[in-house]
T-cell receptor, first 114, second 113 residues
Framework: EADIYQTPRYLVIGTGKKITLECSQTMGHDKMYWYQQDPGMELHLIHYSYGVNSTEKGDLSSESTVSRIRTEHFPLTLESARPSHTSQYLC?????????????FGDGTRLSIL | GENVEQHPSTLSVQEGDSAVIKCTYSDSASNYFPWYKQELGKGPQLIIDIRSNVGEKKDQRIAVTLNKTAKHFSLHITETQPEDSAVYFCAASRSGGYQKVTFGIGTKLQVIP
């Protein structure tokens, strides 16, 4: 049962368009993440957030940007989409705790740039 | 930084047989090791995890073992079923600060009926 939601699930759009991928979670988690993944392949962290007004770049360089104005919402934006941005984007969240907590993933947005 | 190696990258087993996926990590400070299952068209879902103060953990047909000295941990699935077919990811992280999670490259498991 999903407590983290991503929209849209699929998006096919032309080069040069501005795109926003939505991610919302209802678990009150402080930490949120964006990963880029070719289907069934390795996960690459592109952005993360500790909490409201906190955003950091991940390991994989990305032309996308993120914002965290509300705890439950962590949208990812591409200002000008290119074919190289074609991929699957996964959002995740986890609770802030002294000990590590598991990440909860959404079902992803599959993005195709023509 | 942490480096997690996972193998095999693909694994085919007959229904009812056991499957074993192995991971090694490099950072001796890592103390949390989750395993995720990703089905087609879905995001990864946690199936089991283990912390460094425990050597083994079991949940029905799934078990994970951890060898801190050798810095490796393994996922064991017994009595495999077709619905076990998926991609499995191991991961490692340490407490404190950002608690960055490092994932393995994934293992595609196919259970043949």
């Amino acid at each position: 049962e999903a407590d983290i939601y991503q929209t849209p699930r699929y998006l096919v759009i032309g080069t040069g368009k501005k795109i926003t991928l939505e991610c919302s979670q209802t678990m009150g988690h402080d930490k949120m993440y964006w990963y880029q993944q070719d289907p069934g392949m390795e996960l690459h962290l592109i952005h993360y957030s500790y909490g409201v007004n906190s955003t950091e770049k991940g390991d994989l360089s990305s032309e996308s940007t993120v914002s965290r104005i509300r705890t439950e919402h962590f949208p990812l934006t591409l200002e000008s989409a290119r074919p190289s941005h074609t991929s699957q984007y996964l959002c995740a969240s986890s609770a802030r705790d002294r000990d590590n907590q598991p990440q909860h993933f959404g079902d992803g947005t599959r993005l195709s740039i023509l | 930084g942490e480096n997690v190696e996972q193998h095999p990258s693909t694994l085919s087993v007959q229904e009812g047989d056991s499957a074993v996926i192995k991971c090694t990590y490099s950072d001796s400070a890592s103390n949390y090791f989750p395993w995720y299952k990703q089905e087609l068209g879905k995001g990864p879902q946690l199936i089991i995890d283990i912390r460094s103060n425990v050597g083994e953990k079991k949940d029905q047909r799934i078990a994970v073992t951890l060898n801190k000295t050798a810095k490796h941990f393994s996922l064991h699935i017994t009595e495999t079923q077709p619905e076990d077919s998926a991609v499995y990811f191991c991961a490692a992280s340490r407490s404190g600060g950002y608690q960055k999670v490092t994932f393995g490259i994934g293992t595609k498991l196919q259970v043949i009926p």
